[in-house]
Nanobody, 122 residues
Framework: PQQLEESGGGSVQAGGSLSLSCAAN????????MAWFRHEPGKAREKIAS????????SYAYSVRGRFTISFNNAKATLYLQMNTLKPEDTGMYYC???????????????WGQGTQVTVSS
């Protein structure tokens, strides 16, 4: 079976950093697109960053541009999100997901991990 497993979340002070990982286990073919979504209480799930692993093209939500970096290691079959200069508004549950294209709509992603919590305090 194929599965996505997120890790690396935690609690940090504003201005700090966290590195999230998403292990893509059981995949025989690299997903076309992999993305990180954030789900905040009372809000819709939002795409934070995405990448086409084969080609390296990336995209970011305006709110995190310049602070977060998404990458994929083919040898380790692992997606990463380096989060720097964290702000309280970055708080939420972060999910890894895959799709046939790097769409903005979460319903178009076919596989999801269970999520990892990120809490940024002021």
């Amino acid at each position: 079976p194929q599965q996505l497993e997120e890790s690396g979340g935690g609690s940090v002070q504003a201005g700090g950093s966290l590195s999230l990982s998403c292990a893509a286990n059981g995949y025989t073919v690299t997903p076309v697109c992999m993305a990180w979504f954030r789900h905040e209480p009372g809000k819709a799930r939002e795409k934070i960053a995405s990448i086409y692993p084969t080609y390296g093209q990336t995209s970011y939500a305006y709110s995190v541009r310049g602070r977060f970096t998404i990458s994929f290691n083919n040898a380790k079959a692992t997606l990463y999100l380096q989060m720097n200069t964290l702000k309280p508004e970055d708080t939420g549950m972060y999910y890894c997901a895959t799709a046939g294209g790097c769409y903005d709509r979460p319903n178009l992603y076919k596989a999801w991990g269970q999520g990892t919590q990120v809490t940024v305090s002021s």
